[in-house]
């Protein structure tokens, strides 16, 4: 069973910044695609940012030009930075990855991985922004 290690929610008052980590372990495969989806209370699952094993990335239009995904040096870290946050990005923020194994492409987004089975995703951390 692949294990999900989160980290770096918290709160924030708006127009400041918080850098999200996440790192795989446990699993046969390499992610083909990585990356990050949220859920406010209330809300559908919607889809942050992801990576794929080329290295292409997509970023959802609410967050293009604040977030940026980067990879660590080890292919199963992900870093999430995020800033110019305002209260519509208050969610749990929830690491994705498909380790079923597979090639990239550009089905690969963060809505992709929301909609992946519970087993590929970590537990969450929590995002509060308001001042």
């Known amino acids: 069973q692949a294990q999900f290690m989160e980290s770096g929610g918290g709160s924030v008052q708006p127009g400041g910044s918080l850098r999200l980590s996440c790192t795989t372990s446990g699993h046969t495969y390499s992610a083909h695609c990585m990356g990050w989806f949220r859920q406010a209370p209330g809300k559908e699952r919607e889809g942050v940012a992801a990576?794929?094993?080329?290295?292409?990335?997509n970023y959802a239009d609410s967050v293009k030009g604040r977030f940026t995904l980067s990879q660590g040096n080890a292919k199963n870290t992900l870093y999430l930075q995020m800033n110019s946050l305002n209260a519509e990005d208050t969610a749990m923020y929830y690491c994705?990855?498909?380790?079923?194994?597979?090639?990239?492409?550009?089905?690969?987004?963060?809505?992709?991985?929301?909609?992946?089975?519970?087993?590929?995703w970590g537990q969450g951390t929590q995002v509060n922004v308001s001042s």
């Open positions: 994705a990855a498909d380790l079923r194994g597979g090639p990239a492409g550009p089905y690969c987004s963060g809505r992709y991985l929301a909609y992946l089975p519970v087993q590929y």
């Open positions: 990576i794929d094993s080329d290295g292409n990335i």
